[in-house]
C-alpha cells in the first residue's frame, strides 16, 4: 500500500493492489477529500500505473463521509494551475487514458471532480445519501475533465444544462435514473458491494476486459480532445477576478 498521511494537511491518495484489483482512497476526510496538488499526483500516479503493475480493475473512493469537495478551492487561489502540465491535468489525462475498467463507491456529496469523475467510471456504486454537483460556473469557471463533452451525452442537453448552468445538485435517485450511477446501494454495503464487483471483474479474462474497454473508449480522441480544450479555459479564468471573487466567496460562508 502506498503510504496514507489523512493526518497531514495536503491529505494523500493512497492505493493498495490485491488479487487484481487496486484500491485508491481519497484520503482528506477533514476537508471533505478536497483535492490538493499533492493529491492530484497521487490520484494521477494511482490511474498511470494500475494497468502495468498487473491489476484489472480499479476502484476509486472517498474515507469517510464524502466522497469528494472537488479542488482544494484555497489551491485554487494560491497554487492556480497555469497550464496543462498541472498535476491537476496530468491526472485528469492519465483517467482518461486508463486502459483497466474503473468503478467508484460514493458517499455523501461528489462536487466538481467528485462529479465528473464519475463520468469515466464503468461502474457507479453509491449510498442513498450521494449528491453529484458541478458548480464550475458559480465560481466562475468552466467544467473539466471532459465533462463538457461527457455530461451532454450522458444525460442530455437539456438536463446537462441545469447542472453546469444553473448548478443544480442531483440526488443519488435522479443521478441513477439519469444513467450516472449503476446501482444505489445502502451505506454499510457500499463497499463490499463495490468490492464484488471489482472481483467479479477481477476474475474474467483480462484480455477481453482490457479489450472491451478500448472498444467502449473508441472516442477517447474526442474525450482528450475536449479535455485540452477545457484546460485552456479553465486555466484562463481562474486569473479573472471575477472566479477569485466567487472562489473566496466560499471560504466567507
Ligand atoms: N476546498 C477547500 N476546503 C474545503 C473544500 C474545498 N473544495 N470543501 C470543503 N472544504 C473544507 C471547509 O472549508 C471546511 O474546513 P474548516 O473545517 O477548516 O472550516 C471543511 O472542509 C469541512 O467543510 P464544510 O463545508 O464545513 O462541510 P459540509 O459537510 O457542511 O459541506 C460540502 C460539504 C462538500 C458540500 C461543502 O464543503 C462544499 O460545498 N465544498 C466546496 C465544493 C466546491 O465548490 N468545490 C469545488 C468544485 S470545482
Excluded at 42 to 53: D, Q
Excluded at 122 to 141: Q, S
Aim: charged share 25%.
Amino acid at each position: 500500500m502506498s503510504q496514507p498521511s489523512a493526518t497531514h494537511p495536503d491529505g494523500a491518495v493512497s492505493f493498495q493492489d490485491r488479487d487484481g484489483i487496486r484500491t485508491i482512497v481519497l484520503d482528506r476526510p477533514e476537508k471533505k477529500n478536497a483535492m490538493t496538488e499533492v493529491m492530484w499526483i497521487g490520484l494521477g500516479t494511482a490511474f498511470a500505473t494500475a494497468a502495468s503493475a498487473g491489476n484489472r480493475v480499479v476502484l476509486v473512493t472517498g474515507r469517510g463521509a464524502t466522497f469528494c469537495a472537488g479542488n482544494d478551492l484555497r489551491d485554487f487561489l494560491e497554487h492556480p494551475p497555469k497550464d496543462e502540465n498541472a498535476p491537476v491535468f496530468r491526472c485528469l489525462l492519465a483517467m482518461a487514458t486508463l486502459e483497466l475498467p474503473l468503478i467508484a463507491a460514493v458517499r455523501g456529496p461528489a462536487v466538481g471532480i467528485g462529479t465528473t469523475l464519475l463520468l469515466h467510471c464503468d461502474l457507479v456504486y453509491a449510498a442513498p445519501g450521494a449528491k453529484l454537483k458541478v458548480p464550475f460556473v458559480d465560481l466562475g469557471l468552466v467544467p473539466e475533465a471532459g465533462s463538457s463533452l461527457l455530461l451532454p451525452r450522458r444525460i442530455g442537453r437539456a438536463r446537462a444544462g441545469a447542472m453546469l448552468l444553473l448548478g443544480e445538485t442531483i440526488s443519488a435517485e435522479q443521478a441513477h435514473a439519469d444513467g450516472i450511477i449503476t446501482r444505489i446501494v445502502p451505506d454499510e454495503n457500499l463497499d463490499t458491494e463495490a468490492q464484488a464487483a471489482a472481483a467479479i471483474i477481477a476474475a474474467k479474462p483480462r484480455q477481453a476486459v482490457l479489450e472491451t474497454k478500448r472498444l467502449l473508449n473508441h472516442d477517447r480522441a474526442d474525450l482528450l480532445a475536449a479535455i485540452h480544450r477545457e484546460a485552456a479555459s479553465f486555466c484562463r479564468l481562474l486569473e479573472t477576478e471575477e472566479a477569485r471573487t466567487a472562489i473566496a466567496g466560499f471560504f466567507r460562508r
